[in-house]
């Protein structure tokens, strides 16, 4: 009996292979994530001032995210947002203004899509929205009354957000929104 490439074993009288169903998978197979036929054309939301920077972001129904590239009267250029020095995702989305259509471009994702984003992205817009409007209010207190108002039990995992980060996030707003603490006896109150 020899011992071939530790999966196969052939004897001298008969050759039987006894792990055949047993192959090797590239990491990069499960990486690349292939539309399926039911979803080949997604569904595209626009979520005004979505981003981290309060620009514009496009989700589909997949999970996956784009952001403004450019745009012309007629046409809005989105691109992934998955655009990290060591990973770029090429993927891009063409949306036309008359009629409002949203046509994908030909590379597609090289990364695997994060169903329930729609879901984080409202609410991380949310928490900065009454961050905005309560810039007194404990940033933890928004968190929670903005996760309550949102978030369900049933909705995938990428629909939550890191709390830390949203709370982060709502005291960087609330500390821009504040009034500046004075430095003298000459200072104006408003």
């Known amino acids: 009996m020899v011992l071939v490439d530790n999966s196969i074993i052939v004897t001298p009288t008969t050759n039987i292979s006894f792990h055949e169903d047993v192959f090797e998978r590239s990491m990069e197979e499960d990486m690349v994530c292939e539309p399926s036929s039911a979803t080949t054309v997604p569904e595209f939301t626009v979520v005004k001032s979505g981003s981290q920077k309060g620009k514009d972001k496009l989700v589909d129904a997949n999970g996956y995210t784009y952001v403004k590239k450019s745009s ?113 006896l000459d200072f104006i109150v408003s």
């Open 72 to 184: 012309t009267e007629r046409k809005v250029y989105w691109r992934c947002s998955i655009r990290t020095s060591k990973h770029r995702c090429g993927a891009t989305v063409i949306q036309t203004m008359y009629p409002d259509e949203f046509v994908t471009g030909k590379i597609t994702h090289n990364h695997p899509s994060q169903p329930g984003k729609l879901h984080a992205v409202i609410q991380r817009k949310e928490v900065k929205d009454v961050a905005i409007s309560n810039p007194f209010r404990s940033a933890r207190v928004i968190f929670e009354e903005v996760a309550n108002k949102i978030l369900q039990e049933d909705q995938p995992i990428y629909s939550r957000e890191n709390p830390e980060n949203l709370i982060r996030a709502a005291n960087r707003i609330r500390e821009k929104t504040r009034p500046k603490d004075p430095r003298d």
